[in-house]
């Protein structure tokens, strides 16, 4: 296993690099909510949306960082509703000249410990069906398929499906 990163939880100061590294991942594989450089947000919008994950009981973004640059990044987001808020939908992305260096899983492990401490009982996630890698590092990690999303995805002019997946704690 590969150590020269730490994760660690994400905070308002890392707003600057976080838009860039999404920026970069979005490039890198087809499998994400937006492409190269389609995330626009402005900075204070992601260092509001860090704040608010630090300051929430059952949300949180974790990233890896190393030589000062982000490398992955992931993110737990609670429901605020009483009746699901033992609920959360997981994301997750890591820089392409990273993959096959463990950091996906010990991400995931740390967003495991992070969702008991928060009582979160139940992790959602969508994960595109031909993303190969992917299905099989949430498999790994103990996700079950609970179902289909037809049309989830609008990418290089196509609809794909996604597989549902859940984790229970």
């Not at 008991?116 to 595109?128: A, F, H, S, T, Y």
């Amino acid at each position: 296993m590969d150590n020269t990163y730490i994760i660690r939880e994400a905070v308002p100061d890392d707003a600057e690099k976080m838009i860039p590294y999404l920026n970069q991942v979005g490039g890198e594989s087809d499998y994400l909510l937006h492409g190269k450089n389609e995330f626009t947000v402005p900075v204070e919008g992601v260092r509001r949306k860090l704040t608010m994950s630090k300051d929430s009981e059952n949300s949180i973004i974790l990233i890896a960082h190393e030589n000062d640059q982000i490398i992955a990044r992931a993110e737990l987001a609670g429901y605020y509703n009483p009746r699901i808020r033992h609920r959360a939908v997981f994301s997750i992305s890591v820089r392409k000249d990273c993959w096959n260096r463990g950091i996906g899983t010990e991400m995931i492990k740390a967003v495991f410990e992070q969702a008991k401490k928060m009582n979160i009982r139940v992790i959602e996630l969508e994960v595109i069906t031909d993303n190969e890698r992917g299905i099989h590092l949430y498999h790994k990690m103990g996700f079950a398929d609970i179902g289909i999303y037809k049309d989830y995805f609008y990418v290089n002019g196509m609809f794909k499906d996604a597989v549902v997946m859940q984790k229970i704690l």
